[in-house]
């Protein structure tokens, strides 16, 4: 799996999924005809626009070299140091292994290396799934604002963060089927690797007992950390670098 940012070429496919992904959650409260709206309005002609922008982030999902997700997200503010994950959409045939909270951590982490002390998330009200999904990983709502979407006006609500002071503050975690293993993974405890972030993996959710890391850049836990806390995944070859003077450069 490899989550990338989103071109030109992605634009159908984002479409397609934002489509989808709508009608399968949305159709207790949107008819049809709004879904097209939402769809037209947010993935239109002018969408292309979103992409190149340098203070929009378009990630997408792509797996076996078919896009699977995509996350919509903006900097606003006077510094743009504000991070609001938009949209966040998963075709409904690929949920179910976690991709989505993944997904969800790499926008995150996007964000704040783009500038931004605060991540703020947005959701329609009636989205149940939705509200419980950021609830469940380190927000908490803060606010309600009104979204039209076609004719219709909607409430979402505001899920914060709040200031980021540390890398290692968030608590999200994940449950992951990896290699035949249940494994328990912590997205707050983030070591940067050359390719992608190494997560922190363990046996229980209570995290009493280490597994070992998840490599951020293909989802292995096939990897290994030497005496001096470098780590380095057999699969793709990320690397984390030493934690301390290895002596023998010394």
């Known amino acids: 799996m490899e989550i990338r940012e989103a071109?030109?070429?992605?634009?159908?496919?984002?479409?397609?999924?934002?489509?989808?992904?709508?009608?399968?959650?949305y159709t207790d409260f949107l008819g049809e005809e709004t879904i097209e709206d939402a769809v037209e309005?947010?993935?239109?002609?002018?969408?292309?626009?979103?992409?190149?922008?340098d203070h929009s982030l378009i990630l997408v999902v792509e797996r076996d070299g078919e896009v699977i997700g995509f996350s919509h997200s903006e900097l606003v503010g006077q510094q743009y140091?504000?991070?609001r994950l938009l949209w966040l959409h998963i075709d409904p045939d690929a949920r179910g292994d976690g991709i989505g909270v993944r997904l969800?951590?790499?926008?995150?982490?996007?964000?704040?290396?783009?500038?931004?002390d605060q991540v703020q998330c947005f959701?329609?009200?009636?989205?149940?799934?939705?509200?419980?999904?950021?609830?469940?990983?380190?927000?908490?709502?803060?606010?309600?604002?009104?979204?039209?979407?076609g004719s219709e006006t909607f409430t979402e609500n505001v899920y914060v963060e709040g200031e980021i002071e540390s890398g290692d503050d968030w608590t999200a975690i994940d449950e992951l089927e990896l290699d035949g293993e249940t494994?328990?993974?912590?997205?707050?405890?983030?070591?940067?690797?050359s390719k992608a972030p190494f997560y922190g993996a363990y046996e229980s959710e209570d995290q009493s007992e280490r597994y070992g890391w998840l490599c951020g850049n293909c989802d292995s836990i096939d990897n290994a950390m030497d005496t001096m806390g470098?780590?380095?995944?057999?699969?793709?070859?990320?690397?984390?670098?030493?934690t301390r003077w290895d002596a023998s450069y010394l």
């Open 81 to 83: 140091s504000n991070g």
């Open 7 to 25: 071109t030109d070429a992605d634009t159908d496919t984002i479409r397609s999924i934002a489509h989808d992904s709508l009608s399968s959650t």
């Open 183 to 193: 494994v328990y993974v912590s997205y707050g405890e983030a070591n940067r690797g």
């Open 230 to 242: 470098r780590i380095e995944c057999n699969a793709c070859g990320n690397r984390r670098k030493a």
């Open 104 to 116: 969800l951590v790499r926008t995150r982490e996007k964000l704040l290396d783009a500038g931004a």
């Open 41 to 53: 309005q947010w993935y239109g002609e002018e969408f292309t626009e979103d992409i190149a922008d």
């Open 123 to 149: 959701v329609l009200e009636d989205n149940e799934g939705g509200n419980a999904f950021y609830a469940d990983h380190g927000f908490e709502q803060a606010d309600q604002r009104e979204v039209e979407i």
